[in-house]
């Protein structure tokens, strides 16, 4: 055995025996270190620096490996989309954008968007999100295909842009993008053919041929699946039915269905057929009783069938609704129609019941259930361009509540017209709701006019106020007509119709200005009434030297229309208003004499009482009589007649002062005698004319009826006591003054009777009675309201009056 110095020897030998490679140095430096703590420490230090740059390096390559195979483009955007992967799809398009993607990419990147919106629309529960959605979808992808798409996406984009565009409710829209897909092969023509005959059902105007046209298309591709096929023969069934093509729509329903909602489908189509051959037959027949029962026994097979209780069960029941209307069934066409309102609430049904539900309604008379009904329809419309309802396309929505106001107004019900067209925006434009309005509003003035005609005398003024307040209300509304449609050719026709409304209402300020705008724009039409009209409102605007102008203008520039005589009547009066009375009596004469007009004429008629008025108030009191005496005998109906009757009775009576200053002035007895028998003579004339007209105006028995009868009638009484004064009749005339303090005691003028009547006593000798009657005057004076304004009818004051009575007490 070894000693054992041998042994350690060995032992340092084998240490400091040299070693090649890395495990012998670091064998070596792990022994050397061993031999202090110093040593080990920074030897730890060392391993440990160099463990952490290994690690850093190892993790910065990694990282670089990982990012260039992480990287966000659209080709990892559309291999997401291909897998459905949405949520990742859309992560990348927005890392895309984070990351500032390249420009050419921005519409791939929308076009992922859009087809990921469009993806999603399909799964949503709500029809009316699914539309909302499709719409987003289809701006996204007409947005990528405007900025540019991969070659190999344009085809598809445009397939899927009419895609949504159809199924988001933009049908007309939708049509125009599929027409042009159409032409490309590599789309999928029949999915195509399936979508236009979906979308030109749903316009508008739903176009059916071209719908049966594209259905039948897919019905002719012989590679469909016959589920497709089933599916392709219902809607062809289904357009067909709505064409009225019945006997052609029962070959499409020769099958069974390969699912219970195909069977669902086929019977509620079925159904629908028999409703629709039940209204072809007269109404209480039986075979239309039988085919509306056949009807509902399929609607309720349907129901039954319908495996969601969706769509097809509230068909079912809104045509079941319909199948009781065809045999007079109301009152269960309307519990049909409330039950599926009730039941399924804001769904193209349920809107569909509650307008039929309305209809029902207003057929029964039943105006303020009917104006709920169409209210709550409208309420559900909702906006107009997401607007969808099979049953009730937007057309067939507007041509119904249309017929509703149409109906109101035909049977005079206007405010629940007027109700109704005020809530029919948006469902209609202002455009046309105004229109309605102008028409409604038009429809109630004529009706009113209409009543005044048979009204009473004293209700016929409460009627032409009404009739008035709506001719104006119809010119304002036709004055917003012609701003909304002031580039259009109906904005003159728009001003007339507004001129011509606030004519018959009688706002003549709002007559000028719309005739002024009018003879503006319009250099052909209705220029000389529009010139008539204008100078009429002029003159009742008190206008008379505007308006003589603008009626010389209507005269001189249009000689030849038959308007030229209301012209010259018109000019006329606003002559006499300016007192030029030769122009007004040529004109007058000219309408006469000067022309073709036949006195038949309401112009000839007019022109007579005008001139016999003229001369009457230039003091021609013979030739005013001559006229006014023609006048009335041809025309005792007409509505001068009776004031006519008066003017003479006053031309009598003016025309009896002259020979009375004669006799006075006379200087030999058979002079005086003369004058006093002519002044007589015209006295007695003008009490005949007095009392023909109090006689009239008391036998209409409508004394109160306006202001100017009673004037009339009052002024009557007084003159009749003139009259009779001056012919020395004092009694009578007393009796005739004490009509006056009779019927018109708390009238200030009743105070001119009470003189009147004290003057008939003095000559009849009777100072007594009156000084009686002048103490009566006194009583009524004080008893007259402290406020009363004397001087509108009389010639004095209150103090004028207290100082006149209390100095006659005294006589």
């Given at each position: 055995?070894?000693?054992?110095?041998?042994?350690?020897?060995?032992?340092?030998?084998?240490?400091?025996?040299?070693?090649?490679?890395?495990?012998?140095?670091?064998?070596?430096?792990?022994?050397?270190?061993?031999?202090?703590?110093?040593?080990?420490?920074?030897?730890?230090?060392?391993?440990?620096?160099?463990?952490?740059?290994?690690?850093?390096?190892?993790?910065?390559?990694?990282?670089?490996?990982?990012?260039?195979?992480?990287?966000?483009?659209?080709?990892?955007?559309?291999?997401?989309?291909?897998?459905?992967?949405?949520?990742?799809?859309?992560?990348?398009?927005?890392?895309?954008?984070?990351?500032?993607?390249?420009?050419?990419?921005?519409?791939?990147?929308?076009?992922?968007?859009?087809?990921?919106?469009?993806?999603?629309?399909?799964?949503?529960?709500?029809?009316?999100?699914?539309?909302?959605?499709?719409?987003?979808?289809?701006?996204?992808?007409?947005?990528?295909?405007?900025?540019?798409?991969?070659?190999?996406?344009?085809?598809?984009?445009?397939?899927?842009?009419?895609?949504?565009?159809?199924?988001?409710n933009q049908p007309q829209a939708g049509i125009e993008v599929l027409q042009t897909a159409l032409a490309d092969k590599n789309l999928p023509t029949t999915e195509i053919h399936?979508?236009?005959?979906?979308?030109?059902?749903?316009?508008?105007?739903?176009?059916?041929?071209?719908?049966?046209?594209?259905?039948?298309?897919?019905?002719?591709?012989?590679?469909?699946?016959?589920?497709?096929?089933?599916?392709?023969?219902?809607?062809?069934?289904?357009?067909?039915?709505?064409?009225?093509?019945?006997?052609?729509?029962?070959?499409?329903?020769?099958?069974?269905?390969?699912?219970?909602?195909?069977?669902?489908?086929?019977?509620?189509?079925?159904?629908?057929?028999?409703?629709?051959?039940?209204?072809?037959?007269?109404?209480?027949?039986?075979?239309?009783?039988?085919?509306?029962?056949?009807?509902?026994?399929?609607?309720?097979?349907?129901?039954?069938?319908?495996?969601?209780?969706?769509?097809?069960?509230?068909?079912?029941?809104?045509?079941?609704?319909?199948?009781?209307?065809?045999?007079?069934?109301?009152?269960?066409?309307?519990?049909?129609?409330?039950?599926?309102?009730?039941?399924?609430?804001?769904?193209?049904?349920?809107q569909a019941a509650t307008l039929a539900k309305a209809d029902l309604a207003r057929q029964a008379g039943n105006r303020e259930q009917a104006l709920a009904g169409y209210r709550?329809?409208?309420?559900?419309?909702?906006?107009?361009?997401?607007?969808?309802?099979?049953?009730?396309?937007?057309?067939?929505?507007?041509?119904?509540?249309?017929?509703?106001?149409?109906?109101?107004?035909?049977?005079?019900?206007?405010?629940?017209?007027?109700?109704?067209?005020?809530?029919?925006?948006?469902?209609?434009?202002?455009?046309?709701?105004?229109?309605?309005?102008?028409?409604?509003?038009?429809?109630?003035?004529?009706?009113?006019?209409?009543?005044?005609?048979?009204?009473?005398?004293?209700?016929?003024?409460?009627?032409?106020?009404?009739?008035?307040?709506?001719?104006?209300?119809?010119?304002?509304?036709?004055?917003?007509?012609?701003?909304?449609?002031?580039?259009?050719?109906?904005?003159?026709?728009?001003?007339?119709?507004?001129?011509?409304?606030?004519?018959?209402?009688?706002?003549?300020?709002?007559?000028?200005?719309?005739?002024?705008?009018?003879?503006?724009?319009?250099?052909?039409?209705?220029?000389?009434?529009?010139?008539?009209?204008?100078?009429?409102?002029?003159?009742?605007?008190?206008?008379?030297?505007?308006?003589?102008?603008?009626?010389?203008?209507?005269?001189?520039?249009?000689?030849?229309?038959?308007?030229?005589?209301?012209?010259?009547?018109?000019?006329?009066?606003?002559?006499?208003?300016?007192?030029?009375?030769?122009?007004?009596?040529?004109?007058?004469?000219?309408?006469?004499?000067?022309?073709?007009?036949?006195?038949?004429?309401?112009?000839?008629?007019?022109?007579?009482?005008?001139?016999?008025?003229?001369?009457?108030?230039?003091?021609?009191?013979?030739?005013?009589?001559?006229?006014?005496?023609?006048?009335?005998?041809?025309?005792?109906?007409?509505?001068?007649?009776?004031?006519?009757?008066?003017?003479?009775?006053?031309?009598?009576?003016?025309?009896?002062?002259?020979?009375?200053?004669?006799?006075?002035?006379?200087?030999?007895?058979?002079?005086?005698?003369?004058?006093?028998?002519?002044?007589?003579?015209?006295?007695?004339?003008?009490?005949?004319?007095?009392?023909?007209?109090?006689?009239?105006?008391?036998?209409?028995?409508?004394?109160?009826?306006?202001?100017?009868?009673?004037?009339?009638?009052?002024?009557?009484?007084?003159?009749?006591?003139?009259?009779?004064?001056?012919?020395?009749?004092?009694?009578?005339?007393?009796?005739?003054?004490?009509?006056?303090?009779?019927?018109?005691?708390?009238?200030?003028?009743?105070?001119?009777?009470?003189?009147?009547?004290?003057?008939?006593?003095?000559?009849?000798?009777?100072?007594?009675?009156?000084?009686?009657?002048?103490?009566?005057?006194?009583?009524?004076?004080?008893?007259?309201?402290?406020?009363?304004?004397?001087?509108?009818?009389?010639?004095?004051?209150?103090?004028?009056?207290?100082?006149?009575?209390?100095?006659?007490?005294?006589?």
């Amino acid at each position: 055995m070894p000693d054992e110095p041998s042994k350690k020897k060995t032992a340092e030998q084998v240490a400091t025996t040299p070693q090649a490679g890395l495990g012998g140095r670091v064998a070596r430096l792990v022994h050397w270190a061993a031999d202090s703590k110093l040593r080990m420490a920074l030897v730890g230090s060392l391993f440990i620096a160099i463990f952490g740059s290994v690690f850093a390096t190892w993790s910065y390559l990694a990282h670089l490996a990982v990012s260039q195979d992480e990287r966000y483009t659209l080709a990892r955007a559309l291999v997401a989309l291909d897998e459905k992967d949405f949520d990742k799809a859309k992560h990348i398009v927005g890392e895309m954008q984070r990351q500032g993607a390249e420009s050419q990419e921005f519409g791939g990147a929308l076009f992922v968007l859009g087809a990921v919106k469009a993806a999603q629309a399909d799964l949503e529960w709500s029809k009316d999100r699914q539309r909302a959605m499709h719409l987003v979808a289809a701006r996204y992808l007409e947005k990528a295909r405007e900025l540019g798409v991969p070659e190999r996406l344009k085809t598809q984009a445009l397939f899927m842009v009419g895609q949504s565009l159809v199924k988001g409710n933009q049908p007309q829209a939708g049509i125009e993008v599929l027409q042009t897909a159409l032409a490309d092969k590599n789309l999928p023509t029949t999915e195509i053919h399936a979508l236009l005959a979906a979308a030109y059902q749903s316009t508008a105007e739903p176009d059916l041929a071209a719908a049966l046209l594209h259905n039948q298309a897919v019905l002719d591709d012989t590679s469909i699946s016959p589920q497709r096929r089933n599916t392709a023969s219902i809607t062809q069934a289904d357009i067909l039915v709505q064409l009225g093509r019945l006997e052609e729509a029962g070959k499409y329903l020769k099958f069974l269905g390969s699912n219970e909602e195909q069977q669902a489908r086929l019977k509620n189509i079925s159904g629908r057929l028999a409703i629709a051959k039940a209204q072809q037959l007269p109404i209480g027949s039986e075979p239309r009783t039988a085919l509306a029962k056949q009807a509902r026994a399929d609607l309720n097979e349907a129901q039954r069938l319908d495996p969601l209780s969706g769509d097809i069960t509230r068909q079912s029941m809104y045509w079941r609704g319909k199948s009781y209307e065809i045999t007079g069934e109301q009152a269960a066409a309307i519990q049909q129609y409330d039950q599926l309102s009730k039941a399924y609430g804001d769904t193209a049904e349920s809107q569909a019941a509650t307008l039929a539900k309305a209809d029902l309604a207003r057929q029964a008379g039943n105006r303020e259930q009917a104006l709920a009904g169409y209210r709550s329809t409208l309420e559900m419309v909702g906006d107009p361009v997401t607007y969808v309802n099979h049953l009730l396309p937007f057309s067939a929505l507007q041509e119904k509540l249309s017929r509703a106001v149409n109906d109101f107004l035909e049977k005079e019900q206007f405010e629940t017209a007027m109700a109704l067209v005020d809530t029919l925006q948006p469902v209609f434009s202002l455009t046309e709701v105004t229109e309605l309005r102008a028409q409604t509003h038009e429809k109630w003035a004529l009706a009113k006019f209409a009543e005044a005609d048979q009204a009473t005398h004293r209700e016929t003024e409460k009627y032409l106020r009404e009739g008035r307040y709506h001719h104006r209300a119809a010119g304002s509304a036709h004055e917003l007509l012609s701003e909304l449609r002031y580039a259009s050719r109906n904005f003159t026709l728009d001003l007339w119709q507004a001129a011509d409304n606030y004519y018959q209402g009688q706002s003549y300020t709002h007559v000028e200005r719309m005739l002024v705008k009018f003879l503006h724009h319009e250099a052909q039409e209705k220029q000389a009434i529009a010139l008539l009209r204008l100078g009429q409102s002029q003159l009742a605007l008190g206008k008379n030297a505007a308006a003589i102008e603008t009626l010389e203008e209507c005269i001189e520039m249009h000689p030849g229309d038959a308007l030229i005589y209301q012209a010259r009547l018109e000019c006329a009066h606003a002559n006499l208003q300016l007192d030029h009375g030769k122009r007004a009596e040529e004109l007058l004469l000219t309408n006469l004499v000067g022309g073709s007009l036949e006195p038949t004429a309401s112009e000839w008629r007019d022109s007579l009482f005008m001139l016999g008025d003229y001369l009457h108030n230039s003091n021609q009191y013979q030739a005013a009589i001559e006229k006014l005496d023609e006048a009335v005998r041809r025309y005792p109906d007409a509505p001068q007649a009776l004031l006519a009757r008066y003017t003479i009775a006053r031309s009598y009576h003016s025309a009896s002062e002259k020979p009375a200053r004669q006799a006075r002035e006379a200087k030999t007895e058979s002079e005086r005698l003369k004058n006093r028998k002519e002044r007589d003579k015209n006295l007695l004339s003008a009490l005949d004319n007095y009392l023909q007209v109090q006689r009239m105006l008391t036998l209409q028995g409508h004394v109160d009826s306006n202001d100017l009868e009673r004037t009339l009638l009052r002024n009557c009484y007084m003159m009749q006591g003139s009259v009779l004064f001056q012919l020395k009749r004092y009694e009578e005339a007393r009796k005739a003054y004490a009509n006056i303090s009779t019927f018109y005691q708390n009238e200030p003028f009743v105070l001119e009777s009470f003189v009147h009547i004290a003057n008939c006593y003095r000559r009849l000798n009777k100072p007594v009675k009156a000084k009686g009657t002048i103490e009566q005057a006194k009583l009524v004076l004080g008893r007259m309201p402290k406020e009363t304004d004397f001087k509108l009818v009389t010639n004095f004051s209150r103090q004028s009056w207290e100082l006149l009575l209390n100095e006659m007490s005294t006589w």
